[in-house]
T-cell receptor, first 111, second 112 residues
C-alpha cells in the first residue's frame, strides 16, 4: 500500500526566512510525485511533477527535489502570499490511477 | 478562470434529500476524478473515469453515484447521505491517468 508522510504538519516562517518541507513516501514503483498548493476553501493548485531521483524543478521561490525515498519543497525568501497548505502526492506503477496524498504542511509566512 | 468548474460551491442537504454535484472541464482532458477532502484527513479518491468509462471505485458507498456522460462532464449524485459525509468534494481532470491532475474549486457539502 502506498504511503505518503509530510512534515512538519505546520510551519511558521518570518518573511524572507527560507526553509524546506518534507514528503516521505513508500510506493511500489514510483510513476510520479506531485506537489500542490491549496488555499483555504479552494481546490489544490498544481505546482510540480517529479519522476525520477535527482530531478529538480523550480518556479519562482519554490524548488522541488526528489530522492528515492523523499521529496523536498524548498521555499526561498518566502512572502506572506506563499502562505497555504502544501500537498504531496504519489502515483505508483501498481496499475492504479490513484494519487495517494499526504495530509499536507500548513505554511504561514509572517510579515 | 479555472479550467475545471464545479457547481454548486456550497450545498446544505438533509439526510433524505437527493442532490447532484456537477463538474465541467475545459481542458480537453480524457480522465476525470472525484475526490473527498475531510478535515484532518488526506484527499481520498472516490471514482476515476477514463474516456467516459469508470476505471476505479474506491469502495465508495452506494449512496454516492457517479455519472460521466462525456469526457467534459462529470456528476456525483447524492442520496440518503449521513452527517459524516460532510466534506469538500473535489473534481479533477488530467490528460490521461498517468500525469498531473488539475482540480476544481470544490463543493462544500454539509449534511444536516
Amino acid at each position: 500500500e502506498d504511503q505518503v508522510t509530510q512534515s512538519p504538519e505546520a510551519l511558521r516562517l518570518q518573511e524572507g526566512e527560507s526553509s524546506s518541507l518534507n514528503c516521505s513516501y513508500t510506493v511500489s514503483g514510483l510513476r510520479g510525485l506531485f506537489w500542490y498548493r491549496q488555499d483555504p476553501g479552494k481546490g489544490p493548485e498544481f505546482l510540480f511533477t517529479l519522476y525520477s531521483a535527482g530531478e529538480e524543478k523550480e518556479k519562482e521561490r519554490l524548488k522541488a527535489t526528489l530522492t528515492k525515498k523523499e521529496s523536498f519543497l524548498h521555499i526561498t525568501a518566502p512572502k506572506p502570499e506563499d502562505s497555504a497548505t502544501y500537498l504531496c502526492a504519489v502515483r505508483s506503477g501498481a496499475g492504479s490511477y490513484q494519487l495517494t496524498f499526504g495530509k499536507g504542511t500548513k505554511l504561514s509566512v509572517i510579515p | 478562470e479555472t479550467g475545471v468548474t464545479q457547481t454548486p460551491r456550497h450545498l446544505v442537504m438533509g439526510m433524505t434529500n437527493k442532490k447532484s454535484l456537477k463538474c465541467e472541464q475545459h481542458l480537453g482532458h480524457n480522465a476525470m476524478y472525484w475526490y473527498k477532502q475531510s478535515a484532518k484527513k488526506p484527499l481520498e479518491l472516490m471514482f476515476v473515469y477514463n474516456f467516459k468509462e469508470q476505471t476505479e471505485n474506491n469502495s465508495v458507498p452506494s449512496r454516492f453515484s457517479p455519472e460521466c456522460p462525456n469526457s467534459s462532464h462529470l456528476f456525483l449524485h447524492l442520496h440518503t447521505l449521513q452527517p459524516e459525509d460532510s466534506a469538500l468534494y473535489l473534481c479533477a481532470s488530467s490528460q490521461d491517468p498517468t500525469v498531473e491532475a488539475f482540480f476544481g474549486q470544490g463543493t462544500r457539502l454539509t449534511v444536516v
